[in-house]
């Protein structure tokens, strides 16, 4: 199976790092030889060999010069191919989405997604954009091209709780959703038990990578929004724009409000409600019995609440290159057995 890979920042490189390592294991657990045929940025080169690049070489380019320019020569190798040439006209049978995310518009890479399916190219995004704006057309102009759209690390990374849902709860009726779907967020909130004020908290989630220079996204709960977005459209067909959602983040919890709920037997966590009718995100405070109140750091969660099991709950990590890597394998994995 080629592929052909858009992005390649933090989760692109642990990508094709996962397929290098993972290749004698994928042939001969799933006879799945895939093949990353081309590698595509915005500011650091695009390479697209038909024959295949090699995954080694691309890394220690990037490593050592932050650029694509240093990789071999071959007789075969293109330089200079747009996002768009790919998707319409390379040899891949699969674009992996892996740029930044836009989650106002989902562009560019919405467009770069239909223009895909419209040649016939299955599509796995780790960018949340797509699916978060647009997804029931999308899974609309894939069902009409025979093709596949899988977004499993657009929620919690490599933790399957898309998978989890739409799959394996099969014959169960999902009739509502509650999740930590931040990691940064869970981790303030989790130092600042510790006596930590907001602040404080915050720089250290800077300090360690959890949290960006500017912190918005997270700390307002918009990237939470983001995914609770895409549930909503996948679980229960009813399509949110952000506007219409009620987000508040965790900007003005104090560690008095952390000291009372602690003394009340209780955790204040950021989460994010989905059920058909709508979705939101806002901190609540839950008792210490319940699973969401024990899971902290990094750590995301998600509970489904169902009609057969009850409540679901799974527990895993939510984010990092390697994690989020895996989930795009695994979808990768899944449209390879489909097809075959």
């Given at each position: 199976?080629?592929?052909?890979?858009?992005?390649?920042?933090?989760?692109?490189?642990?990508?094709?790092?996962?397929?290098?390592?993972?290749?004698?294991?994928?042939?001969?657990?799933?006879?799945?030889?895939?093949?990353?045929?081309?590698?595509?940025?915005?500011?650091?080169?695009?390479?697209?060999?038909?024959?295949?690049?090699?995954?080694?070489?691309?890394?220690?380019?990037?490593?050592?010069?932050?650029?694509?320019?240093?990789?071999?020569?071959?007789?075969?190798?293109?330089?200079?191919?747009?996002?768009?040439?790919?998707?319409?006209?390379?040899?891949?049978?699969?674009?992996?989405?892996?740029?930044?995310?836009?989650?106002?518009?989902?562009?560019?890479?919405?467009?770069?997604?239909?223009?895909?399916?419209?040649?016939?190219?299955?599509?796995?995004?780790?960018?949340?954009?797509?699916?978060?704006?647009?997804?029931?057309?999308?899974?609309?102009?894939?069902?009409?091209?025979?093709?596949?759209?899988?977004?499993?690390?657009?929620?919690?990374a490599g933790t399957p709780s898309i998978r989890l849902a739409m799959n394996a709860l099969r014959g169960s009726q999902i009739t509502a959703v509650k999740g930590i779907l931040n990691g940064t967020t869970n981790y303030m909130l989790t130092q600042m038990e510790t006596g930590m004020a907001y602040a404080e908290a915050l720089a250290e989630a800077q300090r360690l990578g959890y949290a960006e220079t500017n912190p918005d996204g997270d700390v307002l709960g918009w990237d939470a929004a983001g995914k609770a977005i895409i549930l909503a459209s996948a679980l229960f067909g009813i399509k949110l724009k952000m506007s219409e959602l009620s987000v508040k983040g965790i900007t003005d919890i104090t560690p008095e409000m952390i000291t009372q709920a602690q003394q009340d037997g209780e955790r204040w966590k950021l989460i994010a409600e989905i059920t058909p009718t709508g979705a939101s995100v806002a901190p609540k405070r839950l008792p210490i019995t319940h699973p969401l109140a024990n899971v902290g750091g990094t750590t995301n969660a998600i509970t489904y609440t169902t009609d057969v099991l009850g409540d679901v709950t799974l527990i895993g990590a939510g984010a990092g290159g390697t994690q989020t890597a895996y989930g795009m394998l695994s979808d990768l994995i899944e449209i390879f057995e489909i097809q075959n």
């Amino acid at each position: 199976m080629d592929i052909a890979l858009i992005g390649f920042g933090t989760v692109g490189q642990a990508f094709a790092q996962l397929l290098h390592d993972k290749a004698d294991d994928l042939r001969d657990r799933y006879a799945f030889i895939p093949r990353l045929v081309a590698v595509i940025t915005q500011q650091r080169g695009a390479l697209y060999d038909p024959n295949g690049l090699n995954i080694p070489d691309l890394l220690a380019s990037m490593r050592d010069y932050d650029t694509l320019a240093h990789y071999p020569r071959t007789d075969t190798l293109e330089y200079g191919w747009t996002a768009q040439k790919i998707a319409m006209q390379s040899t891949a049978q699969v674009i992996v989405e892996a740029s930044p995310s836009n989650l106002n518009t989902g562009q560019p890479a919405l467009d770069l997604c239909f223009a895909a399916l419209d040649a016939k190219k299955h599509i796995v995004l780790a960018n949340k954009g797509p699916v978060s704006v647009a997804y029931p057309e999308l899974m609309a102009r894939a069902d009409a091209n025979g093709c596949l759209v899988r977004f499993e690390s657009t929620v919690m990374a490599g933790t399957p709780s898309i998978r989890l849902a739409m799959n394996a709860l099969r014959g169960s009726q999902i009739t509502a959703v509650k999740g930590i779907l931040n990691g940064t967020t869970n981790y303030m909130l989790t130092q600042m038990e510790t006596g930590m004020a907001y602040a404080e908290a915050l720089a250290e989630a800077q300090r360690l990578g959890y949290a960006e220079t500017n912190p918005d996204g997270d700390v307002l709960g918009w990237d939470a929004a983001g995914k609770a977005i895409i549930l909503a459209s996948a679980l229960f067909g009813i399509k949110l724009k952000m506007s219409e959602l009620s987000v508040k983040g965790i900007t003005d919890i104090t560690p008095e409000m952390i000291t009372q709920a602690q003394q009340d037997g209780e955790r204040w966590k950021l989460i994010a409600e989905i059920t058909p009718t709508g979705a939101s995100v806002a901190p609540k405070r839950l008792p210490i019995t319940h699973p969401l109140a024990n899971v902290g750091g990094t750590t995301n969660a998600i509970t489904y609440t169902t009609d057969v099991l009850g409540d679901v709950t799974l527990i895993g990590a939510g984010a990092g290159g390697t994690q989020t890597a895996y989930g795009m394998l695994s979808d990768l994995i899944e449209i390879f057995e489909i097809q075959n």
